[in-house]
């Protein structure tokens, strides 16, 4: 296995690790209340519980999706809308509920990045190794 294949497979499973907790410990558990918190502010506190429970579930189908390999670019660009968009409302309504307030937004970049490079970069199947 080169180097690429091996980051690919490995950033995939960190990538499908990361929407499978926040998904189902951080929201579907309730385990990380600042997550319902968080879509009580930006949402609706009359909502926050299912509405946190439904992205929660769509976060675990996210994560299966990402495991399944199917349509992956599609799945990383959807990933990067979701999380780009997530962030910048959280930066502008509810910093304060954030693990790391305003650096939050380092690290979604980071994850973003990780995302890119994994479908676009490492995955090994770009359209000048199909020629």
């Given at each position: 296995m080169n180097n690429n294949k091996y980051i690919h497979l490995i950033s995939t499973i960190f990538i499908?690790?990361?929407w499978l907790?926040?998904?189902l410990v951080c929201k579907v558990l309730?385990?990380?209340p600042r997550h319902q918190e968080i879509v009580a502010r930006?949402?609706?506190e009359e909502y926050a519980r299912p509405l946190t429970f439904t992205i929660g579930i769509l976060e675990v189908c996210m994560s299966l999706w990402i495991v399944t390999g199917y349509k992956?670019?599609?799945n990383a660009v959807?990933?990067?809308i979701v999380v780009g968009t997530m962030n910048l409302l959280e930066f502008f309504i509810a910093p304060d509920l954030?693990?790391?307030g305003k650096f939050n937004s380092l690290f979604a970049c980071l994850f973003i990045f990780i995302v890119y490079a994994n479908a676009f970069v490492w995955n090994g199947n770009t359209p000048q190794n199909n020629r």
């Open positions: 499908s690790t990361v907790i926040n998904g309730n385990l990380v930006i949402l609706s992956y670019r599609l959807l990933q990067i954030l693990l790391w």
